[in-house]
């Protein structure tokens, strides 16, 4: 028998198959928000494997507290930027993620709404409208831009920033940009993407959109320098991991009009947003929701157990991540 804390309730499918297995013992934190990290320690004491949330930073103290018996972590999440690594595979635990067509057309369509709203300006008509405040059709009032033709740049060319590239090229004729560690040849044929320096991209495109891990190497990828770097009619998107972006840089470069604006569902101490970033009216916020849909939370429960099950009947893990 193999004991599996899980570290907050997660959609029934995943949890259905996890149920089904009898050489599986579940204990499930039922609370309705985040495991305060004391409950934590003590909760995975003696377990075979843990089937954390995004939110658990699961690191050597969990470790430890779980003791020499854990053998897995199964990361309800695509990032596993929350896991120790390093120090999961110097114990010889195996981690995995949940990747999926499901999570990576959310992200993308997320992607696509953030940029719509920033270009038509939907937060601020809405509020315009709502308030009562419309007191008449005119030529020039409250303009925003299309996004059709404009200039796509995406950083981290993987699953994600692939079927942005597919979508906006064939549905909106956007001219894409990307850049990554390395060429993505599928992409590049596919949709005509132009690999380009981190530099170039942020010079030359309208919507710069972020889809790269969180790892110290992408920590604070785009700073200061970076957003100088921006045309003052471009906005950022990001919906990958806060820390990727300065957010005090971002902050400075949206209050002085440096940049056009942000769409974000990532913030850098989540959940905290700063007040700075909440008042600012050339920003659409969102509450880390890319992936909120039923469908999507759900496929991601099965990719967790799927991935718990193949390891304890010896097969690999299909979401390895070593
Ligand atoms: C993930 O899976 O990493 C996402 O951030 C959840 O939306």
Known sequence: MQKIFI?????EAGLKLLRKNRHLKLDIYKKDKIIPRRTLLRRVRGVDIILSILTEKIDAAVMDAAGLQLKM???YGV???NIDLVEAKKRGIIVTNTPGPEITEAVAEHVIALMFALAHRLITVNKIACKNKYKGWGPELLLGNGIGGS???IVGGGAIGSALAKHLRDGFNLKILYHDVKKNIKLEAETGAIFCPLSKLLKQSDFVTIHVPLLPSTHHLIGATELSLMKKSAFLINT??????DEAALVHALQNNLIAGAGLDVYEHEPRIPRTLRKLSNVVLTPHTASATNYVRNAMS???ATNIIAFIQGNPPPNALH
Do not use: C, E, S
């Open 302 to 304: 099965v990719v967790a």
């Open 240 to 245: 990958a991991r806060g820390p990727i972006v």
């Open 73 to 75: 972590i199964a990361n």
């Open 79 to 81: 990032g596993f930027d």
């Open 7 to 11: 570290t907050r309730h997660i959609p």
């Open 151 to 153: 200039t796509l740049g």
